[in-house]
Nanobody, 115 residues
Framework: QVQLVESGGGLVQAGGSLRLSCAAS????????MGWYRQAPGKQREFVAG???????NYADSVKGRFTISRDDAKNLVYLQMNSLKPEDTAVYYC?????????WGQGTQVTVSA
């Protein structure tokens, strides 16, 4: 079992920045892949960014160059640095983890970007 807890969401103006954090209940060194997804009202949940144990990352085209995912194994934290935020980035952001063949989700944190 892995519990994930997100934090760092909030209200920001367009062009601003936020940093989301995801705290895991186990050592993230043991977790092969972690990522961030988001779900806007009336839309399906979509992939935002992912990072694997070796540090390789990938991003959705819509956030490339603006968002950065990173992990701190010593603190059991995964971050999503979001810069140059746009109103269309407004969504609930979820942390995810793939561990021993099972997927886990956090409860989500709301990000609202005003025009």
């Amino acid at each position: 079992q892995v519990q994930l807890v997100e934090s760092g969401g909030g209200l920001v103006q367009a062009g601003g920045s936020l940093r989301l954090s995801c705290a895991a209940s186990i050592s993230i060194f043991r977790i092969n892949a972690m990522g961030w997804y988001r779900q806007a009202p009336g839309k399906q949940r979509e992939f935002v960014a992912g990072i694997i144990r070796g540090g390789s990352t990938n991003y959705a085209d819509s956030v490339k160059g603006r968002f950065t995912i990173s992990r701190d194994d010593a603190k059991n934290l995964v971050y999503l640095q979001m810069n140059s935020l746009k109103p269309e980035d407004t969504a609930v952001y979820y942390c995810s983890a793939q561990y021993l063949g099972t997927g886990y989700w956090g409860q989500g944190t709301q990000v609202t970007v005003s025009a």
